[in-house]
């Protein structure tokens, strides 16, 4: 399900986890901050999305910590987790590339 | 009145058969919250402690909850560290978790509940309908997404166990009907003046290719797709001799349509489930027991009594487990209008079972006999995505790296 291009809700999870294991409410916020406060996931929406990822065995369980008698599960990138975001990170340069470079010429020539 | 000792010696009288209030129920909830911190209580344990204290309706309940845990230490007779007022709007999330898988929920409910909690604002009675709609999506996104660990969907699991119990279904129906048919033959041999019927080849191919796909040990699903494939159109070939030569007065239209239906599901549950393997895993002996029962009931009996004993079976199918729910729902697809519709060829009620889609398939006009078919494309249809977005998948994750 993970096919390129990824989905955004994704391409982020997958971004915030690159920094490092992170729990539900961490991905969450680094999400909007990543995004410019444009993108703000709800717990369905995130707990879908790691669901599917794990399944798909790009996410990982990390660790659990109880904070504020509260359950918190860190989740991390697999290393199959990464190429993808990877990939997904090769593909959008080379389209952004041609665009910038057509853009150039656009500009170039009136 | 048992404890009520306790309580006295704690200074109040409580009797356990006394109503709790949410202020209690949620202090209980925040004394196991403790525990679970205090690595008393794992988070499977929290869970479902949590949901009896929530649900608690009398002092005796909650006691109950708490009965093998020390008494509160100093630390936990200090006020609720919970806002009182977020009590309710816990168990508002609560209620929509509930729409998660149970499996789901074992491991993920408090997890995702402290993100949903912490992420609410403090004055948040109750959650939004946005947030309502995401929570139920995002279940049924769950729901419909396979497990790794062994832990299928519901659906799914069914769709295992009818790959398993249709072919089955529809041996004995047809061998039902096969002795029904030696029977009349008997009684009026000019009935079909020699010739072997049409309907009869019909049903005999559908069974046997229907058990050989639930038999054949085939491991990946786009190899069960193309097998269910060529065994779907050589059945339509087969079945199209008789589409032209309708026999209306007796049995020609017995076998076609529910046929059609039965292997369509059966392909449909062939490659969207781990397949037959699975099924024979899960299968438990009442279920068997009680289809078989319903499948032989409906080919023996006459109508009135078809419909007395086919709801008493639905009702025990859906008490015995959630599976039987599912099951239930599923096979109701070919078993359903078998039982539903009245014979309209034979005398009033009689033992023509097969002839449910007769509104669709009039005897002697091949128009409408098409929409049969109609029915049986749109479930290769449905197989056909099936089985390409898992082979689709499965060739993805495959995918070497660069």
Redesign the interface.
Known sequence: ???LPLREPTFLILTALAAGPQ???GI?TDVAQISGGRVRL???????AL??L????LVEFDR?E?V??????YYRLTSEGA?CLQ?EVDRMRSTTTVAARRLRLLGGTP | MTGAGEQEKAGRTVDDRFRTSDADRDRAATLLREHFAAGRLDAVELGERLAAALNAQTFGDLRRVLADLPEPGPALQQPCRLQPDRGGLERWYRRLLACYPAAYRRVHEEEMLAVLMTAAPSWKPRPGIAEAADLIWGALRVRCQPSRNGAEPGWRDALAVVSVLLPLIVFVTTVAQTAWFLTVVHAEPDAFSGRFPPWLLNALAGSLAMLALALLRLQRTATRGAVALLIGLAYLAVSSYQVGAPDPGQLSTIAGPYLLLALGLQMVAATASRGPRRGLQLLTWKHAALTVIAAVTVAITSYPWTLIVIPVICAAMVLTSSLGRWLLVLLAVPLGPYVATPNLYASPWGPHMGLYLAPLMGPGSPGPAGQAYVLAALFLGVFVIAACRDSLRSRRLARPSQ
């Open positions: 399900m993970s096919e729990h539900g409410y969450m709800r717990a369905g929406t995130l707990y879908a669901n599917r794990a399944t798909d065995g659990e109880i504020d008698a509260r359950l918190r599960r190429r990939q």
